[in-house]
């Protein structure tokens, strides 16, 4: 089984900074199946990124992803208010094939 | 608009049992795999099963795996999650999420997902 691990756990940023995050997995991807989920209390799980680096329908652009093999990133480059939230990556090639990391909590600074 | 409905949470005792249903509008239903997700208190995300669109194929978790059965009515837009020999380990907030394909074999992210129900054991 691929092991999901993100980085850092809890990020402290203001609004207008910029967010790093970061997803390794245990055994290189084969290709890049890796997605990025923002998760809100209360709200669907949505998804930002799929194949590391596209942006699914609606997403803004200061969202973006890159990596490949065992190292990802998502970038949000200026933070607004509405981006602080949980983040989440997963990997979907292998087998079982819906793995996720442990999350990144984006909090206010 | 693709939406997502879940829907059968609530309090049952340790070893009761619970069936959730996902409720979908928005796209044919039977065409694509259809997933079950979690988040324990506290904790991240974890996939708990899975089943593709056109045929019986079903995928679970190890730490669900003879207790939970997963399935679906195309007709009615509906997937379920029948949980049996419930345990506190299973305490979570259940999403339905949508895969996209529609063999559960072939993978892919999940670009669509409910607002989850929240299901307790306890006693």
């Known amino acids: 089984e691929i092991v999901v691990t993100q980085s850092p756990g809890t990020l402290s940023l203001s609004p207008g900074e910029r967010a790093t995050l970061s997803c390794r997995a245990s055994q290189s991807l084969s290709s890049d199946y890796v997605a990025w989920y923002q998760l809100k209390p209360g709200q669907a799980p949505r998804l930002l990124v799929y194949g590391a680096s596209i942006r699914a329908t609606g997403i803004p652009d200061r969202f973006s992803g890159r990596g490949s093999g065992t190292d990802f990133t998502l970038t949000i480059s200026r933070l607004e208010p509405e981006d602080f939230a949980v983040y989440y990556c997963q990997q979907y090639g292998s087998s079982p094939p819906y793995t996720f990391g442990q999350g990144t909590k984006l909090q206010i600074k | 608009e693709v939406q997502l409905l879940e829907s059968g949470g609530g309090l049952v005792q340790p070893g009761g049992s619970l069936r959730l249903s996902c409720a979908v509008s928005?796209?044919?239903?039977?065409?694509?795999?259809m997933n079950w997700v979690r988040q324990a208190p506290g904790m991240g995300l974890e996939w708990v099963s899975g089943m593709s669109g056109g045929d019986d194929s079903a995928f679970y978790a190890d730490s669900v795996k003879g207790r939970f059965t997963i399935s679906r009515d195309n007709s009615k837009n509906t997937l379920f999650l029948q949980m049996n020999r419930l345990r506190a380990d299973d305490v979570a907030v259940y999403y339905c999420?949508?895969?996209?394909?529609?063999?559960?074999?072939?993978?892919?992210?999940?670009?669509?997902w409910g607002q989850g129900t929240l299901v307790t054991v306890s006693s």
């Open positions: 999420a949508k895969g996209i394909y529609r063999s559960w074999w072939s993978g892919g992210w999940f670009d669509a």
């Open positions: 928005g796209f044919t239903f039977s065409n694509y795999a």
